[in-house]
């Protein structure tokens, strides 16, 4: 099924979507073929997940938890009348496969775990009735995962003001989500509540993530949106045309420090320097209490071909040295603020957020 | 004729070159090839040097001047024999015909009457007599550009310390004038009085003089660099990996604020940020006194083609908004020090420039 990219002025198109009952199957979105084109792919196989996660078409860490989810349930749709020792091994042997479709990819490991551990607990069902179970499960670490989303929209849009410029880097949106992201779910929110924002998505290189995933969710959305290159943020905020930025984040340790997508950094220190506020938005799960600072959070380095060889078309000299990291850590300090499903953390330091995260 | 890109060791590859007397020919790397391959052409008409500056074979404004002013040379090859006033009219049609080329080009003009004079002073000569000065000034054109960029390499190199690691943005080098540029000819006048420099330098998007060209002329010769995309800056600058920024400018106003490639403006917030010296290298000719500060210069804004499909593919989606502006001004207040032919100006205010400027 092929959707044109303009045509949804209601809801949204949803990343991911459990159709029928036990016997359904996973509709996604090919993220690999956006912004040029919104198709739809129906999983019906474990294998075609783990092709999906393995090859990008699902991106994202809690969209991969989801997938993965459901991609159990698929894999064991022919499982149903086994004798419960065979039924196990079957589901052993179908979330060891799916881990290893993103091997590092942390929500994807959690969602596999926690539905190995329901499947233990029903020791009164058959299969049939704990394969009914799973489903269940994987439907509700989607609903948990839309409901984080919301909760975290409900609280930033608070700190956007009708008529502002935002300004966001890479993509923490509806498409890494069940649900409505977190860095767009704060702005998506403010939109709902009546808020004219304009916002301004930084392109993101050198994946494109803002270019090819954040624009598109915009447009979708019919948020005005403006594409910029990453090198013109500080353009943008010399011409004040925003006053406030809202990024997601990949991991946030103890004291705040953020690891989010390269050039995160720079999008703070710019901000500062014009006096604008820059807030960070994810769930509580993406809080690592075990580390100190920013500093014990390692940086993933990537292939030079990511920049080197980006749009189809060789754009620098063979055998030139590359340096490629996939994230930095902006430090504490730069943020104004930690927006979760918990609350809006101000100021930013160890104590407010043992706070905040302790209270439940 | 192709040249490997690794096989020059010793004196680079020419940007352009006149080869033989009055009636040789241009001869000039097609840079539209860089950095994949580096093939030369050799024009014989006025034609194909306007050809070569429309399409960008050739660009950076001193670059082009020289060029245009070799297009003149070639254009009035087969009227050695004409009479004064038909050779007046050849001139003046190939002049204005050369100045199409590229409407906005402030050294093409320059250039172009800088010939026109001449020719038009030398009232005793015959036409060929005239043409054979004509190549002569453009020779001198082609010279004096040749020692602004070793002057400034001198002058420059002294603020470069052995082991250093040196940020650029886009290109300023060889490629851009006749002689070694402007910021890369500091680096490499650095790098021949034996001081041991590692370059990064930003891809620069969305055109990529950056990956395209700033690193092939460095890989030429030897210099060590390391390509990274605008937004991973920040992150350098945090990891201690460079020491010192220097770019080039397009136009500087009477208090020292520099117009350069956008991204240069978040460049400089950053290096403050870092506490790290920000360089600006530019001749006396970039300088507009007219101007009292940057405010005044126009910022030119560009295709979205350039950013939405930048390198033959789509990456962003049909209708996107886009801002695309392709300066940004730097204030006088981020820049260490002015790199001119005249010498280093430091502090960076009116009346420093003034002085300098004053001194001839």
């Given at each position: 099924m092929t959707l044109s990219a303009n045509s949804h002025s209601g809801p949204p198109v949803p990343?991911?979507?459990?159709?029928?009952?036990a016997g359904g199957f996973l509709r996604l979105i090919d993220q690999t073929l956006l912004p040029v084109e919104c198709r739809h792919i129906e999983c019906r196989t474990a294998e075609c997940v783990w092709e999906a996660i393995r090859t990008l078409r699902v991106r994202g860490a809690p969209a991969i938890g989801?997938?993965?989810?459901?991609?159990?349930?698929?894999?064991?749709?022919d499982a149903l009348d086994l004798p419960r020792p065979?039924?196990?091994?079957?589901?052993?042997?179908?979330t060891d496969y799916l881990a290893t479709s993103r091997p590092t990819a942390v929500n994807l490991f959690w969602a596999l775990d926690r539905l190995r551990r329901v499947a233990v607990e029903e020791t009164d069902l058959d299969?049939?009735?704990?394969?009914?179970?799973?489903?269940?499960?994987?439907?509700?670490?989607e609903r948990e995962d839309r409901e984080m989303c919301a909760a975290i929209g409900r609280h930033g849009a608070a700190l956007l003001a009708d008529g502002m410029g935002v300004l966001t880097h890479c993509n923490a949106g509806a498409l890494a989500t069940a649900g409505d992201g977190t860095a767009l779910a704060v702005i998506f929110a403010a939109a709902a509540a009546g808020k004219r924002l304009h916002v301004y998505a930084d392109e993101t290189r050198p994946l494109l993530q803002g270019a090819r995933l954040t624009c598109w969710e915009l447009q979708q959305r019919q948020v005005p949106v403006t594409l910029i290159c990453d090198s013109m943020a500080g353009q943008v905020m010399r011409e004040r045309r925003v006053q406030a930025v809202v990024t997601g984040a990949d991991r946030i340790a103890a004291n705040g420090d953020a690891a989010n997508k390269i050039g995160t950094y720079s999008v703070a220190v710019l901000a500062r320097a014009h006096a604008i506020p820059f807030y960070v938005a994810a769930p509580s799960s993406t809080f690592d209490l075990?580390?100190?600072?920013?500093?014990?959070?390692?940086?993933?380095?990537?292939?030079?071909?990511?920049?080197?060889?980006?749009?189809?078309?060789q754009t620098a000299p063979d055998g030139i040295g590359v340096y490629n990291p996939a994230f930095d850590v902006t430090p504490a300090e730069y943020i104004s603020a930690l927006i979760t499903e918990?609350?809006?953390?101000?100021?930013?330091?160890?104590?407010?957020?043992?706070?905040a995260l302790a209270t439940e």
């Amino acid at each position: 099924m092929t959707l044109s990219a303009n045509s949804h002025s209601g809801p949204p198109v949803p990343t991911l979507e459990w159709i029928g009952d036990a016997g359904g199957f996973l509709r996604l979105i090919d993220q690999t073929l956006l912004p040029v084109e919104c198709r739809h792919i129906e999983c019906r196989t474990a294998e075609c997940v783990w092709e999906a996660i393995r090859t990008l078409r699902v991106r994202g860490a809690p969209a991969i938890g989801v997938a993965a989810a459901y991609g159990v349930v698929l894999g064991l749709q022919d499982a149903l009348d086994l004798p419960r020792p065979e039924f196990d091994a079957r589901l052993n042997s179908v979330t060891d496969y799916l881990a290893t479709s993103r091997p590092t990819a942390v929500n994807l490991f959690w969602a596999l775990d926690r539905l190995r551990r329901v499947a233990v607990e029903e020791t009164d069902l058959d299969s049939r009735q704990r394969h009914a179970r799973l489903l269940a499960e994987a439907r509700e670490i989607e609903r948990e995962d839309r409901e984080m989303c919301a909760a975290i929209g409900r609280h930033g849009a608070a700190l956007l003001a009708d008529g502002m410029g935002v300004l966001t880097h890479c993509n923490a949106g509806a498409l890494a989500t069940a649900g409505d992201g977190t860095a767009l779910a704060v702005i998506f929110a403010a939109a709902a509540a009546g808020k004219r924002l304009h916002v301004y998505a930084d392109e993101t290189r050198p994946l494109l993530q803002g270019a090819r995933l954040t624009c598109w969710e915009l447009q979708q959305r019919q948020v005005p949106v403006t594409l910029i290159c990453d090198s013109m943020a500080g353009q943008v905020m010399r011409e004040r045309r925003v006053q406030a930025v809202v990024t997601g984040a990949d991991r946030i340790a103890a004291n705040g420090d953020a690891a989010n997508k390269i050039g995160t950094y720079s999008v703070a220190v710019l901000a500062r320097a014009h006096a604008i506020p820059f807030y960070v938005a994810a769930p509580s799960s993406t809080f690592d209490l075990s580390l100190a600072t920013g500093a014990e959070i390692p940086i993933e380095e990537r292939q030079p071909a990511e920049i080197t060889h980006g749009f189809g078309r060789q754009t620098a000299p063979d055998g030139i040295g590359v340096y490629n990291p996939a994230f930095d850590v902006t430090p504490a300090e730069y943020i104004s603020a930690l927006i979760t499903e918990r609350g809006v953390i101000r100021p930013v330091n160890t104590a407010s957020i043992a706070g905040a995260l302790a209270t439940e």
